[in-house]
């Protein structure tokens, strides 16, 4: 925006078209400046001027009036253009006003001035209105006139603009809301698609369980579809059914267990061993199920056997040191017997190469020649 002050030279005609044209609206009924509306009021309006115009009174305190009353009005005001939605444009002109008289003050001639001010607005690279008044400077702009430019910024259309700037809003969050519906539809669509997915995986798992192969085992295997039911589906729409049944059916499983390790334990071999190892089934059993169902009968069994126990542990750690040291002396024959087999390989191998190689057979003391260097070679 720009204010511009400029001073023009006074003559008759320019005199006579000021007085007409300041008599000629001196008469006028003050304009009507709409208050602003709902609307209207979201806008924000700039007035301002240049830097270096900023400190020209007349601009100033026109300037000052307006943004006074637009104030009044309701309207919100702007200090800075890029916050503003409308930018009005204040542009002033001043003239000398001839005069019969010349008149001084302190030596300096005393000039009167005409000004001519005019407000136009801007919204959108478009101009919304212009008004224009003439004043003179030493009266100043009176409240009629300030109103004439307020009507720039605050007539028609700029209540056009506004419905314009909310329609445009409102349409925009509908598009916004529009999608935002949209979004959550789909992901409600894909929430539920999901669900149907997990419902009908779990009826699946649900329909390979048989609680009463858990609940009353039979084997130690009844138990496995309701565990890997509950593992994938803790909180599945069995859940609540299938835990109860499964903790009853551990504890079915742990005594077949029981009686399964129980009979694989060898009591009756411990009973009346014939080896160190014919009571290691019970020792695990004990292990497996400190307070099994056959606790006392395995204490019972390992506590009559212990002296026979130990005594053929004795006698197979005996054994076994006999038998380690016969295996000791017949590795010692054979490595032996391995090397004597060794060295007469090597030592025939020595005579063959006297005779072959050291010795030539055209030799005449071929045969002194083998004798002395299977002597000195091949016997060392």
Same mark, same amino acid.
């Given at each position: 925006?720009?204010?511009?002050?400029?001073?023009?030279?006074?003559?008759?005609?320019?005199?006579?078209?000021?007085?007409?044209?300041?008599?000629?609206?001196?008469?006028?009924?003050?304009?009507?400046?709409?208050?602003?509306?709902?609307?209207?009021?979201?806008?924000?309006?700039?007035?301002?001027?240049?830097?270096?115009?900023?400190?020209?009174?007349?601009?100033?305190?026109?300037?000052?009036?307006?943004?006074?009353?637009?104030?009044?009005?309701?309207?919100?005001?702007?200090?800075?253009?890029?916050?503003?939605?409308?930018?009005?444009?204040?542009?002033?002109?001043?003239?000398?006003?001839?005069?019969?008289?010349?008149?001084?003050?302190?030596?300096?001639?005393?000039?009167?001035?005409?000004?001519?001010?005019?407000?136009?607005?801007?919204?959108?690279?478009?101009?919304?209105?212009?008004?224009?008044?003439?004043?003179?400077?030493?009266?100043?702009?009176?409240?009629?006139?300030?109103?004439?430019?307020?009507?720039?910024?605050?007539?028609?259309?700029?209540?056009?603009?506004?419905?314009?700037?909310?329609?445009?809003?409102?349409?925009?969050?509908?598009?916004?809301?529009?999608?935002?519906?949209?979004?959550?539809?789909?992901? %409600? /669509? =894909?929430? +539920?698609?999901? @669900?149907?997915?997990? *419902?009908? #995986?779990?009826? &699946? !798992?649900?329909? $390979?369980?048989?609680?009463?192969?858990?609940?009353?085992?039979?084997?130690?295997?009844?138990?496995?579809?309701?565990?890997?039911?509950?593992?994938?589906?803790?909180?599945?729409?069995?859940?609540?059914?299938?835990?109860?049944?499964?903790?009853?059916?551990?504890?079915?499983?742990?005594?077949?267990?029981?009686?399964?390790?129980?009979?694989?334990?060898?009591?009756?071999?411990?009973?009346?061993?014939?080896?160190?190892?014919?009571?290691?089934?019970?020792?695990?059993?004990?292990?497996?199920?400190?307070?099994?169902?056959?606790?006392?009968?395995?204490?019972?069994?390992?506590?009559?056997?212990?002296?026979?126990?130990?005594?053929?542990?004795?006698?197979?750690?005996? %054994? /076994? =040191?006999? +038998?380690?040291? @016969?295996?000791?002396? *017949?590795? #010692?024959?054979? &490595? !032996?017997?391995? $090397?004597?087999?060794?060295?007469?390989?090597?030592?025939?191998?020595?005579?063959?190469?006297?005779?072959?190689?050291?010795?030539?057979?055209?030799?005449?003391?071929?045969?002194?020649?083998?004798?002395?260097?299977?002597?000195?070679?091949?016997?060392?």
């Amino acid at each position: 925006m720009r204010a511009r002050v400029r001073l023009v030279a006074g003559s008759a005609l320019l005199l006579a078209a000021f007085t007409a044209a300041c008599g000629g609206s001196s008469g006028d009924p003050a304009p009507k400046v709409p208050a602003a509306s709902e609307e209207t009021a979201r806008l924000t309006i700039f007035v301002g001027m240049p830097e270096e115009e900023r400190a020209a009174p007349l601009a100033r305190k026109l300037q000052s009036a307006i943004v006074a009353r637009l104030s009044g009005l309701g309207y919100s005001v702007a200090t800075e253009e890029a916050e503003a939605d409308v930018v009005a444009t204040l542009e002033l002109t001043v003239t000398p006003k001839p005069s019969v008289l010349v008149v001084y003050v302190n030596g300096v001639q005393k000039v009167n001035y005409a000004v001519h001010a005019a407000l136009t607005a801007k919204a959108e690279r478009q101009v919304l209105s212009t008004a224009t008044v003439d004043y003179d400077a030493e009266e100043g702009a009176s409240s009629r006139q300030v109103d004439v430019l307020v009507q720039a910024v605050s007539g028609r259309r700029l209540q056009a603009l506004a419905k314009a700037r909310k329609a445009r809003a409102d349409k925009e969050a509908k598009a916004e809301a529009d999608r935002r519906d949209a979004e959550d539809e789909r992901r %409600e /669509e =894909a929430a +539920a698609a999901q @669900r149907k997915a997990r *419902e009908d #995986a779990d009826a &699946a !798992a649900w329909a $390979a369980v048989n609680l009463a192969a858990c609940t009353e085992p039979v084997d130690l295997s009844g138990c496995e579809a309701l565990a890997a039911y509950l593992k994938k589906f803790p909180e599945g729409a069995h859940a609540r059914e299938g835990k109860p049944a499964l903790e009853r059916g551990q504890v079915a499983q742990a005594r077949l267990r029981d009686e399964r390790d129980w009979t694989g334990a060898g009591v009756e071999t411990c009973k009346a061993p014939k080896a160190a190892a014919d009571c290691d089934g019970v020792k695990g059993y004990l292990e497996k199920h400190p307070a099994g169902k056959h606790v006392d009968e395995a204490r019972a069994a390992l506590a009559s056997t212990r002296d026979t126990i130990e005594k053929l542990r004795k006698k197979e750690e005996a %054994e /076994e =040191a006999k +038998a380690t040291q @016969r295996r000791e002396a *017949e590795e #010692a024959r054979s &490595a !032996a017997k391995a $090397a004597a087999e060794q060295k007469a390989r090597e030592r025939q191998e020595c005579v063959s190469d006297c005779k072959e190689n050291q010795c030539g057979w055209r030799m005449r003391n071929y045969e002194t020649c083998v004798s002395v260097c299977i002597a000195r070679v091949c016997n060392r």
